[in-house]
């Protein structure tokens, strides 16, 4: 295979246009990459001209990515890049698209929590600033039409949703232990280093006073 494999740095200009099709769920959306520069004229970083590219996503990926992903947010994607050229409005034009074969948050920028998504399971809810989910079994279809944060009627499952908070309720509660026992740890080494301090003292003074003892018997 002479594929040519491209890792990018950007960020997601547009939202998460999701669509279900014959094969599989399918997502694309718009990715701005804008290099910086250090000027050494004007002493501090510029920023170059922009490329936006349009990533592609398939079934589990696609899926995934319309429920992680807002417009705005630092990513990196890597992938098969893919060059194509149409004739529009009387001239050709020169498309580059990005077959993604992985998609994360850039962390250089941000903190991020992952959560794994169970096989048959149906879906994460759709981010805010995606363009959401558009049913397509046929393979054609409207897109850019949102379902709100759940199913076409704004709904969404449940029990799964308990389940979400059920784990960042545990997570919270572990965090709170994690600092309490921290502070317990802290207040007891501190104790302990104090009990040693008066220890110490004790003994110098034990040995002080065997001294002058030592001393007032001499003749």
């Known amino acids: 295979m002479n594929d040519t494999l491209v890792t990018l740095v950007g960020n997601a200009a547009t939202g998460v246009e999701f669509r279900e099709t014959a094969t599989g769920g399918m ?3 718009r990715f ?3 290099p910086r520069r250090w000027d050494r004229e004007k002493q501090f970083w510029t920023d170059g001209h922009t490329s936006f590219y349009t990533v592609w ?5 696609a899926s995934n990515l319309s429920g992680s992903v807002s417009v705005g947010e630092p990513l990196v994607v890597h992938g098969r890049l893919k060059v194509r050229e149409e004739e529009r409005e009387g001239g050709r034009r020169t498309f580059v698209d990005i077959e ?7 962390l250089t920028r941000g903190t991020a929590a992952f959560r794994r998504v169970m096989r048959g399971d149906p879906g994460l809810m759709t981010r805010s600033g995606s363009v959401g989910r558009t049913g397509d079994s046929g393979g054609s279809g409207r897109s850019g039409e949102s379902e709100g944060a759940g199913g076409p009627d704004g709904s969404y499952d ?7 908070e059920r784990v960042e ?5 572990g965090r709170r232990e994690r600092e309490e026992g921290g502070e317990q740890s802290e ?4 104790a302990e280093q104090s ?16 001294g002058g003892q030592e001393l007032a018997s001499v003749p």
């Open 27 to 29: 997502a694309r959306f």
């Open 32 to 34: 701005a990459v804008t």
């Open 57 to 61: 996503a398939w079934r589990t990926l």
């Open 100 to 106: 993604a074969v992985a998609v994360g948050h850039d």
């Open 158 to 164: 449940v029990s799964r949703a308990e389940r979400v």
């Open 169 to 173: 309720r545990a997570g919270r509660a």
């Open 187 to 190: 207040m007891s080494e501190r």
């Open 195 to 210: 009990d040693r301090a008066g220890r110490q003292g004790a003994k110098r003074s034990t040995v002080r006073q065997k």
